[in-house]
């Protein structure tokens, strides 16, 4: 009741229709094992972040994203950028223990330092290589839009992709009700946390790239930015594939994906689009839920104040927060208001 308590307190009620769904999801096939607790200290592949319990959405009014009168190309691509700067800073640190390097952080706007980050002491080997690559691939990805910018491209804002209770993981994990007030979560301790932290930022990459797709006016950018998307959806399919079948063994895994999306579902507004990894109907039968999709099997997109929404966690409208403490650069900087 401690967590549902902080839950109600940082998110607040929600609607009656999404309450009822949420907990139906929640319960259903759900294993009856508790979460085992994982600290800032380390813990094995078996250990999960602490119990459950399922969100209450934020009730929403209709998202109201970031103006975009006058904008360019170049301001969706920096937006971008800002999200490959986080998602390339935390898998580098997981896969190898440092970070970007220093050619690749100026830019316009102010730069920003990196709090923590390390390297995850993988007991999984392929986890261990697919780190590797999705770090690569991250990389080449702020490397290319750098260079598709040119004069233009923004510098690396401040990250926040720490272990400390007030930092931007444990503050996510305790929103969706996963570790207590005081507690903290810890991305580097084992595989399965390192996997529920790439989760979190995959799941919104390839949203947040659909979403921007229509903004862009130049084919060539166009383009790349549908490449990009593709690249991310591979990496979040194979997220979701590895946390399913890793769920099979440690069932909390499966539940923590669902708590997850409940959380950032009741950061971005009032749709439930959101979705976890748990099993699906399908016409034929029961199935996976690999590929989070709508009823015509289309991923679903986010607006970029939406995005940011979940960046900086929360549901308000403002300028910085969360893994952004102090926002991204560039001109596409506020989140939506969806409460």
Do not use: W
Not at 248 to 257: G, W
């Amino acid at each position: 009741m401690k967590d549902r308590d902080i839950i109600l307190e940082v998110l607040s009620a929600g609607a009656d229709r999404r309450i009822e769904r949420r907990r139906f999801l929640h319960f259903a096939g759900a294993s009856t094992a508790a979460f085992s607790l994982v600290a800032c200290g380390g813990g094995n592949d078996d250990d999960v972040i602490g119990g459950a319990p399922t969100p209450t959405p934020t009730p929403g009014a209709t998202p109201t994203p970031t103006p975009t009168t006058a904008l360019g190309d170049a301001d969706v691509l920096n937006f971008a950028l800002n999200l490959e700067y986080l998602e390339a800073q935390f898998y580098s640190f997981a896969a190898i223990g440092s970070g970007l390097a220093s050619n690749l952080l100026d830019g316009t706007g102010t730069q920003g330092q990196v709090t923590g980050g390390r390297r995850v002491n993988f007991q999984d080997p392929l986890v261990a290589q697919y780190a590797r690559e999705i770090a690569a691939d991250e990389r080449a990805h702020v490397a290319f839009l750098r260079s598709a910018l040119g004069t233009a491209a923004v510098a690396q804002p401040a990250i926040d992709i720490g272990t400390a209770p007030n930092g931007a993981f444990s503050s996510a994990a305790r929103a969706a009700g996963l570790v207590g007030a005081g507690q903290s979560f810890d991305p580097y301790a084992n595989d399965n946390n390192f996997l529920l932290a790439a989760y979190i930022f995959e799941d919104v990459g390839v949203t947040a790239y659909k979403g921007a797709s229509p903004l862009i006016t130049n084919k060539t950018f166009l383009e790349a930015a549908a490449g990009i998307l593709a690249a991310e959806a591979y990496h979040a399919g194979l997220v979701r594939t590895v946390l399913y079948r890793k769920g099979l063994q440690v069932p909390t895994l499966i539940d923590a994906t669902e708590a997850i999306s409940n959380a950032r579902d009741s950061l971005d507004g009032a749709t439930d689009l959101d979705q976890g990894v748990r099993p699906r109907a399908t016409p034929f039968g029961e199935g996976t839920n690999i590929v989070p999709t709508d009823g015509n099997a289309i991923a679903f997109s986010r607006s970029a104040g939406q995005v940011l929404n979940i960046a900086y966690l929360t549901a308000m409208s403002t300028t910085g927060g969360g893994f952004f403490p102090n926002g991204v650069n560039g001109r596409i900087r506020m989140s939506a208001a969806s409460g």
